[in-house]
């Protein structure tokens, strides 16, 4: 049991446990504030694979702004601090088969591909190249551009909907 | 004497050598030395709050005139520690209906983002906490943990003047953080690395020097995140009382305002490892490496000190005045910026030539913002009465 | 495991960081005095007491702010390994780049257009 190992099985622990009590817990908002002890975790399973620049953008864009998200449209759904403030799942019996049966699926997924592994180290100018891959001609160029052009989308249709009549 | 030059680090190297030759493992040798290195830090943070609780009331009072705290220790600069006294002793009051967990948690998660801050801070050649690949963005995603700690702080009060105070500052919050980040991409662009040590090290001139718009907006922004006036929409008592803080008491109202002021003295020291040099000083730094600490710590009093002087100087902001400033001008601005410096990078290798050549553009940028403004200001003043109110409403 | 190893130091910072607040308030809840009586457990209403239920009129505006930040919050994020790598690639990169701020930036002047940015 070396301490990569260790590192890892805390990180799991913190994003399923946070998981478990996504869906477990009573209070829709302590709900929310689980889905970000997952994000937190995940946090930690990104620093184990070396993928560092992810780790912080997972930081900052999910813990830092998409949870607030998700917070201000639990609040805007819902009748502000009153007592019945809890989590409606009466279609439990339903969601409990579809995850199962999304379990076994990954499950045999998991165990049956050859998932290509390399044994190259990750490089030390990892975000630098990362840089250089999304400009390039030859690689990533026509997503970069394309993922603007997807948030410009995402903002005009919020502006759109949002709008005061 | 060689030994006294370069103190930190071979004080460092000395322990080191001591702890390996009492036979541990590395691994318990690393340890240590991480264990050690995390208690100075924090105590550094801790010491930060002593010493400018103090300075920054003294400061504020000189400033309006009046002698401020002077009655513990002469000119009352032990305040700080009377303050803890007394915050620690209060009764803690949690509201009836609210939840326990929560009040709890967001004192915690307020204070603890503001102490990692001080793991990537570079206090000399080779005196920092983990030189990080990415430690710039280090700092801005853990500086966000600290909206979602205010929303907590907000529901866990149950009282619908901290919810509402709680959303205006995350807003503001939220709005000020786009500006910082674009002006934090700018330094990136001439530094070319995200480490602290690296930007420290690249700036042969001071950022500050080659982009004072980028430097003002971020010390802006820094303002904003902090909570500090003239954007403390929530310190304001005639506003909303303490805001996300008013069911607060005792050691958790204590952990609010320890988070700002360690907060605040984290933001001075990245504001001057970003634009200021760091710890370098027109080459004291390579004739006496063990001054480089002083030398960050008197930056940042400096910075701080600029932050007081505008907390004693400017009126408090309207909140649609401070989050239309935020969207309407800072992220234009920053972002031209951004494109400027993008440029210029490009135009020419050499560093003096791109120093100057971003200089020259920001000081063009100002004027055409000040003369826009100047425009936009004229056709509100010269327009009808009726007209005039509807047209600052826009 | 160089870079993991990096992370040593955070990974003893946090524990400790985390353990800090809970040794200060653990000593002040042994310093302090436990008088709890409804008045004081009352909520805040400058003095006065709570009228009705406790809830606040939630306005969307709050929202879109949030919304908005997400996206430029993402397209910042894009913009930090271009800035990094800026200086190994050619002249096509700032094209690139500007036409990626650009159309961003199409997108807040729509946002401000439509007054999505002010508050109401």
Redesign the interface.
Known sequence: MNF?QV?FIIASAIALGGAVGVVTTR?L??AA?FL?LSFVGVVGLF??L?A??LA??Q???Y???????I???I??SQ????SEFRAQNEQWLMALVTAVILFGLLLVVLLRVNWPTSPAE?P?D???????A????DQF?LV??V???L??V???G???I???R | MDFILNFWVEFGAWVGDLLASWGLPEWAVNLIADFAGVLILLVMGIMAVLIFTPMERKVVARMQDRPGPNRVWPYGLLQALADAIKMLTKEDIVPRNA?R??HL?APLLVAIPALLVFAVLPWGPGLIGQD???GI??I??????H??AI??AG?GS?N?YA?LSAFRV?NQL?AY?IPMVLCILTVILFART?STQGIVEAQTIPYFVVTPVAGMIFLVCALAEANRSPVDLIEADSEMVAGYMVEYSGMKFAMFFIAEYVNMFAVAIVIATLFLGGWKFFGLEDLAPVLTPIIVFVKAVFVIFCMLWFRATFPRLRFDHLVGFAWKFLVPLSLVNLMLGALVVKLTENLWGQAGLMLLGNVVMVAVTAFILNRAARRVREAPALKRIVAVER | ????S??NFI?VFVVVAVIFPFVALGLAWLLRPKKPNPVKTDTYECGLQTFG????Q?R?Q???Y??????F???A??L???????D??GL??LA??F??LA??T??LV??WR???LRW?
């Open positions: 990569p590192v209070n908002f302590r504030l970000v620093v184990l070396e560092e620049l912080m953008i930081l900052l864009v813990v830092g702004a998409i949870s607030i998200l917070i201000f449209a609040m805007l009748r502000l601090m009153s990750v030390s990892a975000i630098s190249l990362l840089g250089q999304l400009v390039s001609p160029v970069f551009e993922a603007s052009v948030l410009l995402a903002l005009v919020a502006v759109i949002a709008r005061e | 939840d967990a929560l948690l990080l690949n990415v963005l280090y801005v995603a853990i500086g966000a943990i909206v979602l929303v907590i529901w149950n619908k919810l995350v939220l953080e995200m | 495991m160089t870079l993991l990096d992370y990974g239920d406790t809830w606040v939630f969307a709050y929202y879109i949030a919304l908005v930040f997400v996206v919050d993402i397209e994020v894009f930090f390994p271009w800035a990094v790598a800026y190994k690639v096509w990169a690139e780049a036409l990626f159309i961003l199409v997108g729509y946002a439509k007054g999505a109401q």
